[in-house]
Every structure is written in C-alpha cells, then in structure tokens.
C-alpha cells in the first residue's frame, strides 16, 4: 500500500523559515517523480514544486521560486521541502504526491502552514 | 500561468448523470492530453480519478468518465451516488514542466 505522511508543518512568522519532510512507503521511490502540491484555506490546489528521481531536475511554480527548495533522499525514500521568507500568502496545507507520468497518483494527508504574526 | 477554469458548483440527484467542465488554453489543455480529474472529500486529501483525459485508476468506478474537446476537458459523473458528493478539480501539464490545477467544483448530490 503506498503511503505518504509528511511532517514538520506549523506556525511561523512573516520571513522565517519551515522545513517540510514527507516519508514514502509502499513503492519503489526512486523511480518516481515527487511533487508538492498545497491549498490555501478554502482555496483549490496549487502545484508548488517536483523533482526528479535522481534529483537532477527541479521545477518551480514561479511565486516561490527562490524562497522555496525541493530536495529527496532516495536511501531514506524522504522528500522535503525547505521553505524560506515566508508571507502570510504561503498559508496552506501542503499535500507530499507521487508522480504519475502525467498526473498526481497518491496524495499524503498533508501538513498545514500558518505564517503569521 | 492561470488557474484552469471550472463552475464552482454542480449538482444532481441520485442516479442522475453530471458533468463538470474544465476550460484552459492551448498551452496547456488544448495543447496535451495530460489532464487529470481529483476528487476531495471535506477534511480529507485529493483522490486522483481520472488520469490522460479519460484513463481510470485501478479501483475507480466506470461511473466516472473523462472527454476532452479542444481547450474544455469534462468530467461526468453518472448513476449519482450519495458519496459521489464532494469537490473535483481538474489537473493539466501546461508545458516547461509546470502543471496548473482548476479552482474546483462542488458537487450536491441532492
């Protein structure tokens, strides 16, 4: 059964900093692309970041590009993302995916992100 | 790039069919056949549905279908089920490797 449980959410300040950590069971991580995907409250999805399997690419969506980095360790089948200069627009629950060829295929249950002062 | 385009609300009664719609451009739904369909149930995560326009996921019912025509992708839901009640939002690639999402659909199964 594949799972995913991210961790590491919580409340922070307007310009500090969070690191987000996602465990993955249940599948051969290394062969997949991971990717983060938050909702605002009461908002729809955002596409945030991915990377590859190898971790030889990364993408961005272009509001966090420079304040957020994606990164994995394929020994310990973990994803993370490490969030800096936080504002009160990064407010989400952050969803830990698995890469689908085309598609989102399994969603953790996510971790919420309150920034605020 | 913009959200994808979809009516914030839907419904039906039971056994009825539904469609939602999804409207984007061509960079992205009109230009690839990589849309995806989740459903989210209040509290809970996404669930993926549908997968490349119209492919199911192994364990999804065939009451769930997806079509695509130009730069409107559609989800229908038929033989309406009380559980069927929740959101859809609708996924594409939209090219240089970033994906973009819709900004959701409530369906009431009435």
């Known amino acids: 059964e594949v799972q995913l449980v991210e961790s590491g959410g919580g409340l922070v300040q307007p310009g500090g900093s969070l690191r987000l950590s996602c465990e993955a069971s249940?599948?051969?991580?290394?062969?997949?692309?991971m990717r983060w995907v938050r909702q605002a409250p009461g908002k729809g999805l955002e596409w945030v970041a991915d990377?590859?399997?190898?971790?030889?690419?990364?993408n961005y969506v272009d509001s966090v590009r420079g304040r957020f980095t994606i990164s994995r360790d394929n020994a310990k089948n973990s994803l993370f993302l490490q969030m800096n200069s936080l504002r009160a627009e990064d407010t989400a629950v952050y969803y830990c995916?698995?890469?689908?060829?085309?598609?989102?295929?399994?969603w953790g249950q996510g971790t919420l992100v309150t920034v605020s002062s | 790039q913009s959200a994808l385009t979809q009516p914030p609300s839907a419904s039906g009664s039971p056994g009825q069919s539904v469609t939602i719609s999804c409207t984007g451009t061509?960079?992205?739904?009109?230009?690839?056949?990589?849309v995806s369909w989740y459903q989210q149930h209040p509290g809970k995560a996404p669930k993926l549905m549908i997968y490349?326009?119209?492919k199911r996921p192994s364990g999804v019912p065939d009451r769930f279908s997806g079509s695509k025509s130009g730069n409107t992708a559609s989800l229908t839901v038929s033989g309406l089920q009380a559980e069927d009640e929740a959101d859809y939002y609708c996924?594409?690639?939209?090219?240089?490797?970033?994906?973009?999402f819709g900004g959701g659909t409530k369906l009431t199964v009435l």
């Open positions: 995916t698995r890469g689908g060829l085309y598609s989102f295929d399994f």
């Open positions: 249940g599948f051969t991580f290394i062969t997949y692309w």
């Open positions: 990377i590859k399997q190898d971790g030889s690419a990364k």
């Open positions: 061509s960079s992205d739904v009109g230009g690839y056949n990589f």
């Open positions: 490349d326009v119209s």
């Open positions: 996924g594409s690639y939209g090219g240089s490797s970033h994906w973009v």
